[in-house]
């Protein structure tokens, strides 16, 4: 990747803005044509893996941090609003920026420590960082309710981020992605933006263009903690029941990362479409299965990744941009490889 590159201009393609614009006006018109409690609940969560996915797929995606412990930057937003809100009677909608802010802070100190760890070895270090949290939060009973978790009280208003119907969940939740997705898009084509990029693909190539790594690292990490956070916040606020073993799980985080992996990692709509893809097919799944083959849906999963790696390995959004190169790598990968002609024999010897 050369500096030229790097700085090229935007142009946004006319497919990508076509899919943004139908994929929003799809988002919003759908509550509308369906209300049902179900169909509401549905709609929310795929809202919400979406904003998860794309909260992670900043510093996953575009800065190439791979975490795997991105559950403690969802459980801190979860948890801090959560506890303020049942402590001091503070607003879950104050609460949601103060846990934001302590996600950054702990996210920092993640970065701070682990400067030069890359791949593998920051997805552990990720990891382990987020087993800490649980562990603590587990063993504080008396202020965090230890493993049985906290259940918030039902009272419904808007300053308790609290509603009697569904749909106000559901706009909350599609205002919070589009909030990311734009955020993500600036991102994207800032300077910022192709500093991230530079570093992924070669974080010493970066540094010889000037690229600062360790602020552009602690930015990445911070901005995808904070927006984690409120996903985690309005997550605790739907749900109503926050417990350590599901929000700050490491099978949380894998699932945040999967999303964003299937639907293209750095890329805005990527996350969006994973979602798409991930929710029905695991609601589906466990509907059908969950009493005879539990944890079925754990093993299309990773079918399903196998395939994207192997023919989509820049995910679904793959597909879209160069849907002709994706299908020849399905041919090849699935329908076998293409038999050569035999050389002649006197062709040989000409």
């Given at each position: 990747m050369?500096?030229?590159?790097?700085?090229?201009?935007?142009?946004?393609?006319?497919?990508?803005?076509?899919?943004?614009?139908?994929?929003?006006?799809?988002?919003?018109?759908?509550?509308?044509?369906?209300?049902?409690?179900?169909t509401l609940h549905f709609v929310w969560k795929v809202l919400f893996w979406a904003l998860a996915a794309s909260a992670w797929n900043i510093a996953g995606g575009y800065a190439g941090q791979f975490s795997l412990g991105h559950a403690a930057f969802f459980g801190l937003g979860a948890y801090g609003s959560t506890l303020l809100y049942m402590h001091f009677g503070l607003s879950p909608w104050i609460g949601m920026f103060v846990g934001a802010g302590a996600a950054v802070a702990f996210a920092t100190l993640i970065g701070a420590l682990t400067l030069r760890l890359q791949g593998?070895?920051?997805?552990?270090?990720?990891?382990?960082?987020?087993?800490v949290l649980r562990i603590a939060i587990v063993n504080w009973r008396s202020f965090t309710g230890g493993a049985e978790g906290?259940?918030?009280?039902?009272d419904?208003?808007?300053?308790?981020?609290?509603?009697?119907?569904?749909?106000?969940?559901?706009?909350?939740?599609?205002?919070?992605?589009?909030?990311?997705?734009?955020?993500?898009?600036?991102?994207?084509?800032?300077?910022?933006?192709y500093a991230l990029a530079a570093m992924?693909?070669?974080?010493?190539?970066?540094?010889?263009?000037?690229?600062?790594?360790?602020?552009?690292?602690?930015?990445?990490?911070g901005l995808s903690a904070f927006l984690s956070a409120i996903a985690g916040t309005l997550y605790a606020n739907y749900i109503l029941l926050i417990?350590?073993?599901?929000?700050?799980?490491?099978?949380?985080?894998?699932?945040i990362a999967l999303i964003a992996i299937i639907g293209g990692m750095g890329t805005p709509l990527g996350p969006i479409l994973g979602a798409v893809l991930i929710v029905p097919l695991s609601e589906?799944?466990?509907?059908?299965?969950?009493?005879?083959?539990?944890?079925l849906?754990?093993?299309?999963?990773?079918?399903?990744?196998?395939?994207?790696?192997?023919?989509?390995?820049?995910?679904?959004?793959?597909?879209?941009r160069a849907p002709r190169a994706t299908a020849r790598r399905l041919r090849g990968a699935f329908g076998g490889a293409t038999r050569r002609r035999p050389v002649r024999e006197e062709s040989r010897h000409a």
């Open positions: 050369t500096l030229t590159s790097l700085l090229a201009p935007y142009r946004p393609t006319r497919k990508g803005l076509l899919l943004s614009l139908a994929m929003v006006a799809a988002l919003v018109a759908l509550p509308l044509v369906a209300a049902d409690s179900y593998p070895f920051f997805a552990l270090a990720s990891i382990a960082f987020a087993e906290l259940s918030l009280p039902f419904p208003s808007f300053a308790n981020m609290m509603f009697s119907d569904r749909l106000w969940y559901v706009y909350i939740m599609m205002a919070a992605l589009l909030i990311v997705l734009l955020i993500t898009y600036v991102l994207e084509r800032s300077w910022i933006g992924r693909e070669n974080e010493e190539a970066a540094e010889a263009l000037g690229v600062d790594t360790v602020r552009a690292k602690l930015f990445s990490i417990e350590p073993s599901t929000v700050l799980s490491i099978g949380f985080s894998v699932e589906y799944l466990r509907a059908e299965f969950a009493g005879s083959l539990q944890g849906y754990l093993l299309v999963y990773g079918a399903l990744l196998i395939v994207m790696v192997i023919a989509m390995p820049q995910g679904l959004m793959s597909a879209i």
